[in-house]
């Protein structure tokens, strides 16, 4: 028998259930976005075109949801056109704010472009190379491609000839569009060159790509104005422009911030001396037209001060604000070696840089140079006393970030001839600048009088550069081009600031076929590969690489524990226990996110197998490991660096943030 009180409680539950209305959509489960082809679970995604436009049903006459939809807004895939209809950009999309069934409406084909991959390119800079040309159809392309390397750069003569003629181009000419001459500055003029189909190409004996790509920009009240050269004698005039052609007003504006970053160890104190010297008689070329347009800072550098504490530092700031070069001169005086020994002879070179490159208070909009001088290799990434974590590979993309272009010297110690290889290597990664192909560094004999010229070479050509900028004339290393390292390197970031300054765009709103070399000069990377991640994804990466080390440290027995260990502990977070078994790559085993499986290009971590782990010396497996905590520490500096992040979305949360990675840091 049922007590009262429990016949009055079913009595409640049977009213309150027969007020609700039971129905299929009721119990119906929540829709989920379409997968990626392949995935199992990395949703597709849109980017949308400028002034896009959401509808209520697949129709342009149905009541509009929102219109003029700034682009790259991101929205989730929740019905897609045919294959055949998005080649062709036809069709209407279903989407969806979020991945929670919130549903939009229908936008078209048109007006967007599918985020299957978070791949996308950036044009490498333009200095030394020829301008990326899209060819409406790939079989134009590939022929060329494909063509003995004299036929093909006659061929790309004439077709950059027709384009810088223009009324003279032929009747069904090939190419759609072209990158602009001048650099285009990313951060300024935000773009995106998503890729959409690729295809393997071999240039010259070098491997390569042929990829299909859209280019949409964010800017401009012309931003759905196509840039087809064949139908746009605006965009071609514009794009043809070159960083030479640019008038005095423009470069008096030009600012410049030079920094020495300087080893200041017990060996050093004879070449601050120098230093002095060298910026001392430097300094006569400032005319005083030249004003506060240049200004000066100094790093100093030594090692770790846990075991050695007498060292006082490990790095130093002697400039909080970057100063004049009289005060600069004053600074300099005050700079001394320490007296310890710090008893061996590599040094923390690489925190100098890094503190250098990120902490350095730069001015907004002035060129950025280090100069950067020591006689020591620093620790590799691994080594206890590297406290910056970073390797000279790691410190170059810093700067690369950062927009900071290194020139270095190595004083070669006699005292230290075991380390020169090491040192002059190091120091070389870290001074290859963007659009030089020369690393701007040089090695110097201690006992020589090389260190006072170059310094003065190099501190001659930036103040001297200036001068002429300040002064309205023509500047020397944008009208006359020379072999010498240290002028292609300031013209390079010359022509970085024109680009910049110009406010020069990258083509709108075309779709078409492109290489990523130079085709008049394959072994010239002509686009940078991309992925742009979130902080999300950044985190998950770091997670991977953290959790793949863990077990490869913790492996003690034979090389295959390592594997063993791995694949049972991603099994038992994934509670899936068939994952273990049979696995034979580090990109099978499930530790590593799913965002990096089915990239076009090759991946050390992705590539890596049971074989080639176990095949590794114990040494060569350390390197691996020791790698991959370096790209750990990059990708913690940048998720904690808010200027390296873009908002493509409006609305965006912190943590939906991207950031442009380039593909040498992926593991």
Known sequence: MLGKRTMFLLSILLMVSASVPWNDGAMAQVRRPALIEGKKSLYLRILTRPRATIYTSRSDQSPIVQGNIPPFQMFYVYSVPSRAEASAQKGWYEVGKDDRGTIAGWIKADDVFEWRQTLCLAYSHPEGRNPVLFFEKREDLQALASAPATDRETSMAQLYSEIDHGGNMRANFPIISREPSRYVDMEQQFYLLPILAYAPQIFDNREGRLLKIASVVAKGDDVRESSDIRRNPGYRDEANRTAENVGPEMLRNMTMDVVWVIDTTLSMQPYIDKTLEAVE????????????????????????????????????????????????????????????????????????????????????????????????????????????????????????DYRVYVFSLYIMDPRAKRQQEKGERQFSTMSKNEGVRTAATASIPSNSDGFLERTSQIA????????????????????????????????????????????????????????????????????????????????????????????????????????????????????????????????????????????????????????????????????????????????????????????????????????????????
């Open 281 to 400: 008689h430097a300094s006569s070329l400032l005319a005083s037209a030249a004003g506060d347009k240049i200004r000066f800072g100094i790093w100093g550098y030594r090692d770790s001060t846990e075991q050695t504490p007498g060292l006082e530092y490990i790095t130093k700031n002697y400039t909080p604000s970057l100063v004049p070069a009289a005060q600069f001169l004053s600074t300099l005086r005050d700079v001394k070696a320490t007296a310890v020994d710090a008893g061996e002879w590599d040094e923390d070179v690489f925190a100098g840089m890094t503190n250098a490159v990120s902490n350095t208070k730069w001015r907004p909009g002035a060129s950025r140079f280090i100069l950067l001088v020591g006689d020591a290799p620093g620790h590799e990434a691994g080594h206890p006393k590297n406290s910056s974590r970073h390797s000279a590979e790691r410190v170059r993309a810093l700067a690369r």
């Open 460 to 667: 001659q050509g930036l103040i001297s550069t200036v001068s002429q900028t300040a002064q309205g004339q023509e500047v020397r290393v944008l009208s006359n081009p020379t072999t010498d390292v240290i002028d292609q390197t300031i013209r390079a970031a010359l022509v970085e600031w024109i680009g910049s300054e110009t406010h020069t765009r990258a083509p709108r709103d075309v779709v078409g076929w492109v290489a990523d070399k130079d085709l008049m000069q394959p072994a010239i990377q002509a686009l940078d590969i991309k992925l742009l991640v979130s902080k999300r994804q950044l985190s998950a990466l770091t997670e991977a690489l953290q959790t793949i080390i863990q077990h490869a440290e913790e492996a003690q027995g034979p090389a295959r524990d390592f594997f063993e260990r791995l694949q049972a502990a991603v099994a038992t977070q994934a509670r899936d226990p068939g994952q273990i078994a049979g696995i034979q790559t580090l990109a099978q085993s499930g530790a590593v996110p799913e965002f990096l499986q089915g990239l076009p290009y090759t991946s050390r971590v992705m590539d890596m197998t049971r074989d080639k782990w176990q095949n590794m010396a114990a040494d060569d497996q350390s390197a691996f490991l020791n790698d991959l905590k370096g790209k750990i520490a990059y990708y913690q500096h940048v998720h904690a660096t808010p200027d390296l992040w873009v908002r493509i979305s409006q609305g965006d949360d912190a943590d939906d943030l991207l950031h442009p990675l380039d593909f040498s840091q992926l593991p």
